[in-house]
């Protein structure tokens, strides 16, 4: 088993900065894919990006591609997300998931995760 605490989230202004963290134990951190997730009031779950643990490739998606940054400090077990020019619609509660090396399938897809965190609230004003 391996725990995922989320921290970080808060209200910010449109345009702002805001850097999500994600701790996690019970297991070797640095062996997980890590991904982050949100969700919106009357949403679905929206893939965010995602940090493949063998060869360290990135995904994002399409709508924070260029404005947010995944990264890990396997010293600390701790995944990071860097929120830049924040817009109201990235307005969410933020996940943090987590899967193992030998997982199969996309990491866009919330199927690909085994551990989830309990979320953050992350709030844009306009």
């Known amino acids: 088993q391996v725990q995922l605490v989320e921290s970080g989230g808060g209200l910010v202004q449109a345009g702002g900065s805001l850097r999500v963290s994600c701790a996690a134990s019970?297991?070797?951190?640095?062996?997980?894919?890590m991904g982050w997730f949100r969700q919106a009031p009357g949403k679905e779950r929206e893939f965010v990006a995602a940090?493949?643990?063998?060869?360290?490739?990135?995904y994002y998606g399409d709508s924070v591609k260029g404005r947010f940054t995944i990264s890990r400090d396997n010293a600390k077990s701790t995944v990071y997300l860097q929120m830049n020019s924040l817009k109201p619609e990235d307005t969410a509660v933020y996940y943090c998931?987590?899967?193992?090396?030998?997982?199969?399938?996309?990491?866009?897809?919330?199927?690909?995760?085994?551990?989830w965190g309990q979320g953050t609230q992350v709030t844009v004003s306009s």
């Open positions: 019970g297991r070797t951190f640095s062996s997980y894919n």
């Open positions: 998931a987590a899967s193992s090396i030998g997982s199969l399938g996309v990491v866009t897809s919330t199927r690909f995760y085994r551990y």
């Open positions: 940090l493949r643990q063998t060869g360290g490739n990135t």
